[in-house]
């Protein structure tokens, strides 16, 4: 019997990769896609937009579609018993009767490990070995399978255990990078704002050093420019004194 699943089946395959989803996610258009799938998508498209309706995507990280991934695997796991159940009954129809006679199978050889009809168990061939019904001969090889079934279930919940831990673990050691990152950025930022504070003391400082000392220049100039004009009205004086005559030049020195 094929396994009905919930929604009609053609619903449960991701339009990118046109297979059963895995890890489905949904975007703000209500469309679902793997989660793999919409990544890879974005990194050849450069862009963040859904596959069918090309609507931007505001979200990196779009949250899991819960619903539709129980549904899948509901379906997966039906399917798998059907098709588990469809191979059993086939063996079953298989080997329900002899190759050899076309008898029904009714007792099993525990010498040879094989089921027998009756023909064979009357046979020289199985007439010294140890036979029992093959329903004895079920219920023991179950009893038998149990512990190894229990041994196995219970690497099952280890591994399963394990699994969930590592899981827990990633998201820790994302969480944990994600904060550490944001107390690096913090952490720079505030650098950041000390080294424009003091850039910006020390450029005050540099402008008011350069005002002071261009203000003691001044009035040095200024003060060079004064005895620079007193000399030069004396050269001048003393030119205009050389140029009169002798008596009158010592007129003037007198």
């Known amino acids: 019997m094929a396994a009905k699943a919930l929604i009609p089946e053609d619903n449960l395959y991701c339009s990118v990769c046109c297979d059963i989803f895995k890890e489905p996610v949904v975007l703000k258009c209500s469309h679902s896609f793997c989660r793999e799938c919409l990544q890879q998508y974005w990194g050849e498209k450069s862009s963040r937009e859904c596959p069918i309706c090309r609507r931007k995507a505001s979200i ?4 899991v579609n819960l619903a539709l991934k129980i549904i899948v695997e509901s379906y997966l796991k039906q399917k798998s018993e ?27 050889c525990n010498h040879d490990k ?56 990633t998201q820790y050691n994302k ?16 650098l950041h704002q000390f080294l424009r504070e003091e850039e910006a003391a020390r450029l005050a400082a540099l402008r008011e050093e350069e005002e002071q000392k261009s203000q003691i220049m001044k009035e040095k100039i200024e003060k060079i420019t004064g005895h620079i004009s007193i000399l030069t ?20 020195g007198v």
Do not use: W, Y
């Open 175 to 190: 969480r944990q990078a994600r904060l550490t990152e944001r107390q690096i950025k913090a952490e720079f930022e505030k």
């Open 60 to 63: 990196t990280e779009p949250p």
């Open 82 to 108: 059907s098709e588990s159940a469809e191979e059993s009954e086939a063996l079953v129809k298989d080997e329900a009767f002899c190759s050899l006679h076309g008898e029904k199978l009714l007792f099993f």
């Open 233 to 252: 009205d004396k050269i001048t004086a003393i030119e205009k004194a050389m140029d009169t005559e002798d008596t009158s030049f010592l007129k003037v």
């Open 114 to 169: 094989k089921p027998l009809c009756i023909i064979c168990q009357t046979s020289k061939k199985h007439i010294n070995h140890p036979v029992c019904p093959v329903e004895v001969a079920v219920l023991d090889l179950k009893e038998e399978l149990k512990p190894a079934l229990n041994l196995i279930e219970e690497k099952l919940m280890r591994f399963t255990k394990a699994e969930q831990e590592c899981k827990t673990t």
